[in-house]
């Protein structure tokens, strides 16, 4: 059985740092992502990883962001450094099993499964 479960959201102040992990259990996953969502706003994709190593970043998260797949844990992490008050959102973890051209990792209607999300509030 497919399943995600995020962890590691919180409260910060701004210019503070957080970690989410995302538990990966089930399935062989070509694309795997973090896609966040603020109240009122639309979904939208925050960082990606892909089967073959490659990262794929949101302009708003670059250089501050770093996601990474640990292997033997089985977690797709995130790194957030610099927070800052626009960042608060709810962060869900997404995953899809056929690999995405470069083009669509942000696309959340291509990710077939996804976490319940993890709250991240960063006040100023």
């Known amino acids: 059985q497919v399943q995600l479960v995020e962890s590691g959201g919180g409260s910060v102040q701004s210019g503070g740092s957080l970690r989410l992990s995302c538990a990966i259990v089930?399935?062989?996953?070509?694309?795997l992502a973090w896609f966040r969502q603020a109240p009122g706003k639309e979904r939208e994709g925050v960082a990606a990883?892909?089967?073959?190593?490659?990262?794929y970043y949101a302009d708003s998260v670059q250089g501050r962001f770093t996601i990474s797949l640990d292997s033997a844990k089985n977690t797709l992490d995130l790194q957030m450094n610099s927070l800052k008050p626009e960042d608060t959102a709810m962060y869900y973890c997404?995953?899809?099993?056929?690999?995405?051209?470069?083009?669509?990792?942000?696309?959340?209607?291509?990710?077939?499964?996804w976490g319940q999300g993890t709250q991240v509030t960063v006040s100023s």
């Open positions: 089930g399935g062989n996953y070509q694309n």
């Open positions: 997404g995953a899809r099993l056929f690999r995405l051209a470069r083009g669509n990792w942000n696309n959340q209607e291509l990710y077939s499964y």
């Open positions: 990883f892909r089967s073959d190593g490659a990262t």
